[in-house]
């Protein structure tokens, strides 16, 4: 059996610039099965040589973007003593811009986040999505740009992280007809709700899937089709309660109904 390919990221900040260009090397050789190892905000030689040791026993490589030339130096130079395969991806671009601009780079690990006022809504995003995942608290759904309404297995979570990446707050509030919705849901502009419906056959098989997964058997209440029946009455009567938009989500790969909903609301 083939192991899969393992890259170590070093990085004097978070490592994201190098692990998506590894991602993206990456793709072009296998259908995605890989490992990738970020070990970011790198000061010293001694996390650079654990990192060498990992990767000479798991015969992998190293990609890495620092800015300190004598860390980057000392990686290169224990590659080729180690024969380790290492990717400077930074070095040679702040080199080439330094004969082109004629000036010296300022050496300042992580400026493209500190100056990039995007990346740090988006990372508030996230943190707003994990925090107000699954009705977890209610508060979130006032203060959210969207509220996602659905029964289980119908995507909210993985929705809600996905448009975290667009920089937008997103809260989502499973629907069960043992559970009264929040009162904040009917008190926040519909035109912020977006409800995701799904077909009952479809929704049968994936949770008859998702309780195979889980080691159980598909006879379950879960995945019962007169209780999704119910599920979906009652689901039917929140959103028309609420007036929101509402989007079937049956055949709809995540990516493709992200986009709906910021259709909608650009719309």
């Known amino acids: 059996m ?13 490592g994201e610039t190098a692990e998506l260009v590894i991602k993206a090397g990456l793709s072009q050789f296998n259908n995605g099965e890989y ?9 010293d030689t001694g996390t650079i040589d654990e990192v060498m040791q990992l990767t000479k026993e798991n015969k992998g490589m190293i990609g890495f973007t620092l800015v ?9 130079d224990q590659a080729v003593k180690m024969n380790i395969e290492a990717i400077d991806i930074m070095g040679p671009m702040l080199a080439s811009m330094e004969r ?14 500190k100056l990039d006022e995007d990346y ?27 509220v996602l309404i659905g029964v289980s297995r119908t995507s909210k979570t993985p929705l809600s992280q996905f448009l975290a990446h667009k920089r937008l707050k997103v809260a989502n509030v499973p629907i069960v007809p043992e559970v009264d919705p929040p009162e904040e849901l009917f ?18 098989e994936i949770r008859k899937e998702r309780l195979k997964a889980l080691g159980l058997g598909g006879q379950a209440t879960y995945a019962n089709i007169e209780r999704i029946h119910q599920e979906l009455r009652y689901f039917d009567d929140v959103v028309n309660r609420i007036g929101c938009k ?12 992200a986009n709906n909903i910021l259709q909608l609301i650009q719309d």
């Open 68 to 76: 300190d030339p004598v860390l980057r130096k000392y990686v290169n």
């Open 246 to 257: 509402v989007i079937d989500v049956s055949n709809k790969a995540v990516e493709e109904t």
């Open 120 to 146: 740090f809504k988006r990372v508030e995003a996230i943190e707003f999505a994990v925090k107000y995942d699954d009705g977890r608290d209610a508060r979130g759904i006032s203060r959210a740009d969207i």
């Open 100 to 113: 082109v601009f004629d000036n010296l780079p300022r050496m300042e690990a992580g400026l493209v986040h």
């Open 35 to 43: 490992k990738i190892h970020r070990i970011p905000y790198v000061e």
């Open 2 to 14: 083939t192991l899969a390919p393992v890259v170590y990221v070093i990085s004097d900040s978070v």
């Open 187 to 204: 008190e926040v502009h519909p035109d912020k709700c977006i409800g995701l419906r799904i077909s009952p056959d479809k929704l049968n």
